[in-house]
């Protein structure tokens, strides 16, 4: 069973796989995924019978089989970096291309779970910016349309998902990570050990959603919007933000 943790720019989504790695029968996580979204066009093409008249895929029991061996190949993929024994591969993979790719992810793996994180666009814009290696100062406009391309992707899907998943509310993770943790034991089917596992780790994790290296962690510190860009974010994404309610309760100070 896969776990995709998804969610907007600079949500917390590798806090989450962090936690979610620590438990014994969930398989490691180093990397982010980041190709399943590539090959959505193609998978829900093949799937439809939308291909050239000379495909090898034309015919129905040929597509299957192809799209069998490409999950086959994924599972296989995330399996090796694990152990035998565990019982979930994680990927994580922020970002709207992989929310607009759930259709395609969904049918590959319908006993999946999914974890949407998210955060105040002006706290994500912020976030993002002040990264000094991504060179995103003065393009916090294109970074808060990310964040409304993400957001509205998983509005528009997260209904065939009912039952397997859940919305984090990225604060919650440093306000209440027992609360948070809780959250997740239905989704995930966690122990009361597995959930006390989780409390500790993102209660002691103080560099939740921070840069890891004092460089960047200063210049994160530093960095301001200025003005102008906060006005271009809140244009941008306040339309998207009405639609979440914590994010109407929570106020969004960058």
Known sequence: MPVFILGSPRSGTTAMAM???RLKRFGRYRLEGHFLYHFHPGLVRVATGRVGGNSIVMEAEQAARFIGEFKRSVNRL??????????????????HKQAAAIPSIDALWPDARYIFLYRPPLQAVRASAAMPHWKLEGHEGAVAQRWVECQAAWRRHRDRLKGRAVEVFQPDMLADPAGTAAALAPLLDLSDDEVNMLTTFWSKNDRLNRPSKPEAEKAYDLFELSKAA?????????EEAARWPRLADHGDPA
Do not use: F, Q
Not at 78 to 95: M, Q, R
Not at 230 to 238: F, H, L, M, N, P
């Open 230 to 238: 906060r006005d271009e974010v809140a244009a941008i994404t306040s």
């Open 19 to 21: 936690g979610l790695a």
């Open 78 to 95: 995330y399996s090796e970096t694990g152990d035998p024994d565990d019982e979930a591969w994680i990927d994580k993979t922020p970002d």
